[in-house]
């Protein structure tokens, strides 16, 4: 990587932001690529910046851009996504931890606790997890209707499954009839 990934938080500096730009190498993506079981990862790039937000707590904004390779569920091609998407993360000195068993969540699932360190490598390495299509379809690829019926039989299609196609059915054959 161009440079270090790990910001200890007592080295930030409270007054100006602290860039980072991140652009892992084939070796530093080849477990990635295993683990998020893709067929490849090119052109990562993870820059923005951490500051100061109050007097304890930090903030990292980034954009995440990658181009993944990955197979079409589709047709079973080989495909590429892009992605070029904004991270935030919001690190806070004092998160509350509630002692009940069950605890609603909070909508903001951008808020961790903050540490010692701030791990930029780690927050890439999970933006890009959360970012990356489980089911990648290449453009105009599309499912067909696969339509199965003995000889002689008329086969069922979606569109018969339907709660109103009966309806339907018995609409067209009382219009026949008058």
Do not use: H
């Not at 930090?58 to 892009?82: F, S």
């Not at 490598?121 to 290449?138: D, G, H, N, T």
């Amino acid at each position: 990587m161009s440079q270090s990934a790990i910001f200890r938080v007592s080295d930030l500096d409270q007054n100006a932001p602290t860039p980072f730009d991140l652009r892992p190498d084939a070796e530093v993506l080849k477990p990635l690529i295993a683990e998020f079981g893709v067929e490849d990862l090119r052109k990562v790039r993870f820059a923005g910046e951490i500051r100061s937000r109050g007097k304890r707590d930090w903030e990292l904004k980034a954009t995440l851009g990658a181009t993944i390779g990955q197979i079409c569920v589709v047709t079973l091609d080989p495909m590429n996504t892009r992605i070029d998407e904004p991270v935030v993360r919001t690190f806070v000195a004092n998160i509350s931890t509630p002692d009940e068993t069950e605890v609603e969540m909070t909508e903001d699932d951008s808020i961790e606790q903050l540490g010692t360190e701030i791990d930029v490598s780690a927050v890439m390495s999970e933006a890009l997890a959360l970012f990356i299509p489980e089911f990648p379809r290449k453009e105009g690829a599309a499912l067909g209707e696969a339509v199965y019926a003995e000889p002689g039989v008329e086969p069922m299609r979606d569109e018969d499954t339907r709660p109103f196609a009966g309806l339907a059915a018995l609409k067209d054959a009382l219009e026949k009839d008058t």
